[in-house]
């Protein structure tokens, strides 16, 4: 059985999330690591936080890859007395390399958009926001649903497919309404209502809806033709299906890589459960105070 190295693990995610496709503001690609050490198993999460440090560690890992970049800003110092520094440094010192695929992974075929379309049923799709230079990807996904359904029972769906947050579903709109063409975007979405209206959705899938520009699409909707509406995820919920699909094509494109030098084998990917989203509970006024 023949190895992969770090550089061909690097390639084959490159061929998948090309970084030229990346936001401009964005960072992604290998954090840290030596390109010349051997992979065999390869941990996939959504976020570069100290609990997947942990898991990565246990399980033995000898690279971690996130959707979330460790250094979107610029930093001036490494050191292991800072949080983000203690990451690399824990990693490093087992042996642990890191990449990340940001943007480049919202936009790409089977990258985010496509998983959360898919989770939700979303059929005969195209990109929300297509790429000039290649219409089959872009950001987020638009289509429709096999079957036109309830606002309340598509919002249940979507929280049947996703993992469980303390945020839970939240839903904008009459529950008992009908819908059937449906946008998506992992992450946070609100900057694309007007796409979406542009698309004519009946119902908007996406992540971080803060209140003014929520309200003022709801109102807009409302005193137009009711739609879209709106599903409100956690972040880390929207873009936790990319993960299967990146582990799957991901030891594929290895595979293949191996196999056409004449080689063989591949390397074993784990898709991470823990939840990283950042809120843990939520409260409720106790009946008595209602």
């Excluded at 042996?95 to 998983?115: E, Q, S």
């Excluded at 004519?200 to 909707?221: G, I, M, N, Q």
Aim: some cysteine; glycine content about 8%; overall charge negative.
């Amino acid at each position: 059985m023949t190895h992969a190295s770090l550089a061909d693990v690097v390639a084959v995610l490159d061929g998948l999330y090309p970084p030229g496709t990346a936001e401009g503001w964005d960072s992604v690609g290998l954090i840290a690591g030596d390109p010349s050490a051997p992979v065999r198993r390869v941990l996939l999460a959504v976020d570069p936080v100290a609990d997947v440090v942990d898991e990565a560690l246990e399980w033995g890992a000898d690279l971690v890859v996130t959707h979330h970049p460790l250094f979107l800003k610029g930093v001036h110092s490494v050191a292991a007395t800072t949080f983000k520094g203690a990451v690399v440094h824990r990693l490093l010192t087992a042996g642990v390399a890191l990449y990340n695929a940001h943007t480049n992974a919202d936009a790409a075929p089977r990258g985010v958009a496509d998983a959360l379309a898919d989770a939700v049923g979303i059929v005969d799709r195209q990109p929300l926001v297509a790429r000039t230079d290649d219409a089959e990807t872009g950001i987020g996904r638009v289509g429709r649903l096999a079957e036109p359904t309830t606002l309340g029972a598509f919002a249940q769906r979507v929280a049947d497919a996703l993992p469980a947050t303390a945020q839970g579903i939240r839903v904008a709109g009459d529950v008992d309404a009908q819908v059937t063409t449906v946008a998506v975007v992992g992450g946070s979405g609100d900057s694309l209502f007007d796409a979406v209206r542009a698309a004519r959705a009946d119902v908007y899938v996406t992540s971080d809806l803060r209140h003014h520009p929520a309200s003022e699409l709801r109102e807009r909707a409302l005193f137009e033709d009711g739609t879209p509406y709106l599903v409100d995820t956690a972040h880390f919920a929207s873009e936790w299906p990319w993960l299967r699909y990146a582990a799957t094509d991901l030891a594929a494109g290895v595979g293949a890589l191996l196999s056409s030098r004449g080689g063989t084998g591949t390397v074993t990917c784990k898709v991470s459960t823990r939840v990283t989203d950042p809120w843990t509970a939520v409260a409720h006024p106790r009946k008595d105070q209602q």
